[in-house]
């Protein structure tokens, strides 16, 4: 099962900010992919859509060669993230020469920064995998629930029919809980600075510190797709703050008319008795009262 808490060893490393991670060469625990997973692309952009992504977010969690939802994704040493599939095309079996800066250049290069990159070297992207495995979950859900609906429609039985809407809407209820719990984990990511991958596909998030300064981990391949995910995330799903209460304007108490001029200022506690009508007036609140 997916998510950010059910596979330790596949969960994303939130490590003490005084801890460096030591850089290693990466090594794909997966070459063959077989730990991806299918998914219906046009019903799942439509279920996103209507749960209030963007297309900006949507197609953040696609790969930019294929268009396809990430299932299988990796990410180059430039720091973009594509499908593992897309990522094999980008190291033929023979080198490219390219013409960089007025020179020409033989090896291998990202498709989008014209970065040149050593054969192969590539690491699984775990998290943005998790995220879109995590929204997937609740979209089978979404997918179960309509089928439950449409199959009520089709039947005469009435006791058959309640039934099937009865399991369509827990069906449902699952999809928005799960739905819901995935944000609020997205939520808890930090999303200033740029989150790091290490060797095993983890990646480790930059530390916001009190003063306001981010400090991010030396070592690892750049996830720029999670990062520009979580601040679409940030921006649109998180709650806003509670508004500050406004000042209380002082309290004007009507005294008896006197030739007297007006004095502000806080009640005191004196020996006087109280004057006739005038009304009492609690200790420390701000008042405007008269001498006679």
């Not at 900006?56 to 294929?66: A, D």
């Not at 930059?206 to 679409?232: A, C, D, M, S, W």
Request: glycine share 4%.
């Amino acid at each position: 099962m997916y998510g950010w808490n059910f596979d330790p060893s596949a969960a994303d490393i939130d490590l003490p900010m005084f801890f460096e991670p030591v850089y290693e060469r990466p090594v794909d625990p997966d070459p063959a992919g077989t730990q991806s997973f299918i998914i219906k692309q046009e019903r799942f952009e439509e279920f996103l859509l209507k749960k209030g992504f963007t297309q900006e977010m949507v197609n953040l969690l696609q790969c930019p060669l294929s268009s396809e939802f990430f299932t299988d994704p990796v990410t180059l040493s430039s720091g973009w993230t594509v499908q593992r599939s897309e990522a094999q095309k980008i190291f033929p079996e023979r080198p490219k020469r390219m013409k960089i800066n007025g020179d020409w250049v033989t090896g291998y290069f990202c498709p989008f920064t014209r970065d040149k990159l050593n054969k192969n070297e590539y690491i699984p992207n775990l998290a943005i995998k998790d995220i879109v495995a995590d929204l997937n979950i609740s979209f089978e859900l979404f997918e179960k629930s309509e089928a439950k609906i449409q199959s009520s429609n089709k039947t005469l039985n009435l006791e058959e029919k309640e039934k099937l809407k009865l399991e369509a809407n827990n069906l449902l209820k699952q999809s928005d809980k799960h739905f819901n719990d995935t944000k609020k984990s997205l939520l808890t990511k930090p999303y200033t600075g740029f989150p790091k991958i290490l060797a095993n596909g983890s990646s480790v998030y930059p530390r916001q510190l009190q003063n306001g300064t981010t400090i991010e981990y030396g070592h690892g391949f750049l996830n720029r797709v999670v990062k520009e995910f979580l601040e679409f995330v940030h921006k649109l799903f998180a709650p806003s703050p509670a508004p500050a209460a406004a000042p209380q304007a002082p309290v004007q108490v009507p005294c008896q008319e006197s030739k007297s001029a007006t004095v502000y200022g806080p009640m005191f506690k004196t020996n006087q008795k109280p004057t006739p009508g005038v009304p009492s007036v609690a200790p420390q609140a701000q008042i405007a009262y008269k001498i006679s």
